[in-house]
Every structure is written in C-alpha cells, then in structure tokens.
C-alpha cells in the first residue's frame, strides 16, 4: 500500500512564527511535491522535488522554502507566517524521475491556521 | 498553469443511480490522467488513471472515458452509493507537471 505521511494534521501558529510541515514516503518515489488547497482554487504547486537535495519552484513559491534531504523526506518551510498563508497544506510523491505517466500520491494534508 | 476544469461544481443523485463526472483539459500535449476523490478533511485518494493511448478504462464500479478529440475525460460511476459522496477532480499530466481541477461536489441522496 502506498503511503505518504503528513506528521502533523493540524497546526495553529502565531504570525511571524517559523513552521516546519514534515512529509514522508516509504514508496522510494524520486518525486515529491507540496501543494495548497484554498476553497475554489483548487490545488496549487508550491515546490516540488524530483531528487535528494533537488528543487524547483512551482506556481506560489513566496513565502515557502523546502528541504530535501533524504529521498523519502520533504520539508516545507514557512520562514515567517503570515495569515494569508493559512489553508490546507498537501504534500505528494511520485515515481520515475523527471518524467509523466506516473500516479501522483497524497498525503491526508495538513490544516495550518495562522492567527 | 493548465486550464483543466470541471462543468459543475455541484451534483446531487439518487443512491443507486449512476453517476458522471465530466472534466476539460486544455494542452493537447498531456498523456496521462487521473481521477481523485477527496472526502472531506482528507487528502485526495486515487481513483482510476487513464492514458492518452486508451479512451476507455474501467474499474471496480468506476469507468474513465476519454475523448482527445474534445479534450474532455468524464468519471462514471456505477450505483451510486452514500459513501461515494465527495468532491471529484481531475488531473492531467503533462512535462512531469500534473494540474488539477478545481473538483466537483457529488452529493448522494439515500
């Protein structure tokens, strides 16, 4: 069974507090992806990874880092929180490198709440 | 990003009708594409996938359909059960970038 673990479902941080969403794959898939999930905007790619201590940008990149440095462990990154940042956060893996035609895996998300 | 989006945000149907779930997708260059569910508070389960060499792909009470013609992929679901309630969407792939719809609302009515 495929399994990508979020540590932590739901979160409430101060604005300007540091926050560290934690992702695990145990299916040795090259690729792993963070998205955000607002209502009516459907899912949106922060970063993805397609290799150890590989990344590259997605559409909403501000305001996000990431780390990757083992294969099945990627990390987003918050620096300095901001209410605006506030949603469901998803983060995904895949086979197969730098390619398509893979089925992409998510995890059960997590809910962050800045205030 | 992709254009991939979904005729109505909202369907009701009766437990034990059949159900479709209609998607366009706009780049004729994506190859391969997926269907979610998604429950509420949950991330989003994989369903049944399709590649852009088949038109046809079924499963256990689910079959894909795909028209490259229109760029138009639709989700069939067969005697609708309450536990199909969810919000459905689709993603196509292309380039190893997959791009979503924003989802569709199935409400089943015991």
């Known amino acids: 069974d495929v399994k990508v673990t979020q540590s932590s479902r739901y979160l409430v941080k101060r604005t300007g507090e540091k926050v560290f969403l934690e992702c695990v794959q145990d299916m040795d898939h090259e690729n792993m992806f963070w998205y955000r999930q607002d209502p009516g905007l459907g899912l949106r790619l922060i970063y993805f990874?397609?290799?150890?201590?590989?990344?590259e940008k997605g559409d909403i990149p501000e305001g996000y880092s990431v780390s990757r440095e083992k294969k099945e462990r990627f990390s987003l990154i918050l620096e300095s929180a901001s209410t605006n940042q506030t949603s469901m956060y998803l983060c995904?893996?895949?086979?197969?490198?730098?390619?398509?035609?893979?089925?992409?895996?998510f995890g059960e998300g997590s809910w962050l709440t800045v205030v | 990003g992709e254009n991939v989006g979904l005729h109505l945000p909202t369907l009701s149907v009766q437990e034990g009708d059949n159900s479709i779930i209609n998607c366009a997708y706009s780049?004729?260059?994506?190859?391969?594409f997926i269907w979610y569910k998604q429950e509420s508070g949950k991330g989003p389960q994989f369903i049944i996938d399709i590649r852009s060499n088949m038109d046809k792909r079924q499963g256990q009470r689910v079959t894909v359909l795909l028209n490259k013609t229109v760029k138009h992929l639709s989700l069939q679901i067969a005697a609708t059960q309450p536990g199909d309630s969810a919000v459905y969407f689709c993603?196509?792939?292309?380039?190893?970038?997959?791009?979503f719809g924003t989802g569709t609302s199935l409400t089943v009515i015991p």
């Open positions: 780049n004729s260059a994506s190859d391969y």
């Open positions: 990874s397609y290799d150890v201590k590989m990344k």
């Open positions: 993603a196509e792939n292309s380039w190893n970038q997959f791009y």
């Open positions: 995904a893996s895949s086979a197969g490198g730098f390619s398509s035609g893979n089925t992409i895996y």
